[in-house]
Every structure is written in C-alpha cells, then in structure tokens.
C-alpha cells in the first residue's frame, strides 16, 4: 500500500500537503544566526515582492482600462481598481503594523515580522490581481 501511495505522489497523482510557497522568514533561514544578512535576505524578497505587485498592478489596470473602453467608461474599471489598490495598501500596513505590534520580542525582531507580513500580502495580492 505504501509504494501505491509513495508511486501515485511521486507522479502527481496526489496533492501535496501544505503551503507551497514557504513564509518569507523560512526563505531566509540560513542566516539565522545572522541578523544583518537576514535583513538583507528580507530586503531583497520585499523589493521582489513590490515588483511583482506592481506588475501585477499593471496588468490589471490594462485590463481595467480595456474594459472602460468597452463600456464607454460607464463602470469607472480603472478607478476602481486605483480606489482598491490604495485602501488595500492602508490595510497591508496596517495588518503588518498589527502583527508586529504582538510580538514581545526586540525592535528589530518586530521589523522582520512587519518585513515577512509586507512580502507574504504582496506576493498574495499580486497573485490575486493576476486571477481576477
């Protein structure tokens, strides 16, 4: 029953358990001990996430203006999205701000948690622009 089992994962058969994308803090697990290298590592995956958001941001605002053109701007797409994109911005500081805010841990430990939070909600509203 194992090598059925073993053999079904190995081909994709079954789905695989757990998040498939590690927390931004595990990506940066190998400076653990290192605390400026750790940062940077953090630093690096927000300037990554930021762009990938953007790109997402972009994306959608073409097809926002598309359907503008479409309906003759009756449904205001693009100012919707502008509208959502900003508020979501508030909440994304906001929610990070909260995380940190729990931890009873150093300043510079809180500013990972805030770095980890802003990378994991830009990588998802990035992947959320993508599919709507």
Do not use: K
Not at 15 to 42: K, Y
């Amino acid at each position: 029953m194992l090598v059925l089992v073993m053999s079904l994962f190995v081909q994709g058969d079954i789905p695989q358990i757990g998040a498939p994308n590690a927390r931004p803090a595990f990506e940066c697990a190998e400076h653990v001990t290192d605390a400026r290298a750790r940062r940077s590592c953090l630093n690096t995956l927000l300037r990554e996430a930021e762009t990938q958001l953007q790109a997402a941001q972009e994306q959608a605002r073409e097809e926002a203006r598309d359907s503008d053109l479409d309906s003759g701007g009756m449904f205001q797409a693009e100012a919707s999205l502008d509208n959502a994109q900003a508020i979501w911005m508030q909440y994304r500081d906001a929610e990070c701000a909260r995380r940190g805010s729990l931890m009873f841990v150093s300043e510079s430990s809180r500013e990972e948690i805030v770095l980890d939070c802003r990378i994991a909600l830009d990588r998802a509203r990035a992947a959320e622009l993508l599919e709507h």
